[in-house]
């Protein structure tokens, strides 16, 4: 196993996570895939695993242990890591004085906390060989403050600009660091952050789409992927329209 380039996506059991392990595994890539819902993992292992190694764990990476067991069982199986994808992740709608604080922490454990304690213990390694890399899932939400998703917008704000350091500070090493931003995509998404009637997701682009771009741009090298010409003019708009400007129209979008 170790000469192989393994990819391994969290948050695999469904939506954009599938749809990466889809794309990878049409490029040969062996896979460990890990999500929470071991009926999804074994689904799409079975899809996937006439044409390539295919291995499963079910975990939770909410848990502080989560990111440390995902390590461990990927030294178990004797794994060399080639592309990590941190895509799990999730979020809610809601103001934040009076949505739970207990759902507001997990949300900064798993979108934050755990990819960065992933990305750590990762990278060193992929360093150490000069090649592979890391793909994580930030947002269009990223480029500015979301009210009414307050936490999940500053947890991808932090996704963002750390996977742009890291991109750098890996730039000539043979690592690439990539930061994805999707907008709005058709996910069950829509349903843990309770937002399935939302303007936002009127248009949604699909996940395989997501996937796809995300991929081309972590090959080609990129620091940051917007998916979708519609999506990058909106971040561009965020930059350049006075900050007051853009919380409002945000705010007015999440109500």
Same mark, same amino acid.
């Given at each position: 196993?170790?000469?192989?380039? @393994? /990819?391994?996506?969290?948050?695999?059991?469904?939506?954009?996570?599938?749809?990466?392990?889809?794309?990878?595994?049409?490029? +040969?890539?062996?896979?460990?895939?890990?999500?929470?819902?071991?009926?999804?993992?074994?689904?799409?292992?079975?899809?996937?695993?006439?044409?390539?190694?295919?291995?499963?764990?079910?975990?939770?990476?909410?848990?502080?242990? +989560?990111?440390?067991?995902?390590?461990?069982?990927?030294?178990?199986?004797?794994?060399?890591?080639?592309?990590?994808? *941190? *895509?799990?992740?999730?979020?809610?709608?809601?103001?934040?004085? /009076?949505?739970?604080?207990?759902?507001?922490?997990?949300?900064?454990?798993?979108?934050?906390?755990?990819?960065?304690?992933?990305?750590?213990?990762?990278?060193?390694?992929?360093?150490?060989?000069?090649?592979?890399?890391?793909? *994580?899932? %930030?947002?269009?939400?990223?480029?500015?403050?979301?009210?009414?998703?307050?936490?999940?917008?500053?947890?991808?704000?932090?996704?963002?600009?750390?996977?742009?350091?890291?991109?750098?500070?890996?730039?000539?090493?043979?690592?690439?660091?990539?930061?994805?931003?999707?907008?709005?995509?058709?996910?069950?998404?829509?349903?843990?952050?309770?937002?399935?009637?939302?303007?936002?997701?009127?248009?949604?682009?699909?996940?395989?789409?997501?996937?796809?771009?995300?991929?081309?741009?972590?090959?080609?090298?990129?620091?940051?992927?917007? /998916?979708?010409?519609? *999506?990058?003019?909106?971040?561009?708009?965020?930059?350049?329209?006075?900050?007051?400007?853009?919380?409002?129209? %945000?705010? @007015?979008?999440?109500?």
């Amino acid at each position: 196993m170790a000469d192989e380039r @393994w /990819t391994v996506i969290t948050g695999a059991s469904s939506g954009i996570g599938a749809e990466m392990a889809r794309v990878f595994a049409g490029r +040969g890539a062996p896979l460990l895939l890990t999500a929470r819902r071991e009926d999804r993992l074994a689904a799409l292992k079975a899809e996937l695993s006439p044409s390539v190694r295919v291995e499963t764990v079910a975990l939770d990476l909410e848990r502080p242990d +989560g990111a440390d067991r995902l390590v461990a069982a990927v030294e178990e199986r004797g794994i060399v890591v080639h592309t990590l994808v *941190n *895509n799990a992740g999730f979020g809610f709608q809601g103001r934040f004085a /009076t949505l739970p604080y207990a759902e507001q922490a997990a949300m900064v454990e798993l979108n934050v906390t755990s990819l960065t304690r992933l990305c750590r213990l990762v990278l060193p390694g992929l360093l150490e060989r000069r090649r592979g890399g890391i793909i *994580n899932l %930030a947002s269009t939400a990223s480029f500015q403050a979301v009210p009414f998703m307050a936490v999940y917008a500053a947890t991808k704000a932090y996704v963002l600009s750390l996977s742009e350091a890291l991109h750098e500070e890996a730039r000539r090493s043979g690592v690439v660091v990539t930061a994805v931003c999707p907008g709005a995509t058709a996910t069950e998404f829509t349903k843990r952050a309770d937002m399935e009637t939302s303007k936002l997701f009127a248009n949604a682009m699909d996940a395989a789409t997501v996937a796809r771009l995300a991929v081309e741009g972590y090959e080609a090298g990129r620091a940051v992927v917007i /998916t979708g010409a519609a *999506n990058a003019a909106m971040t561009l708009a965020s930059r350049l329209v006075p900050r007051g400007l853009t919380r409002r129209a %945000a705010a @007015w979008l999440q109500r």
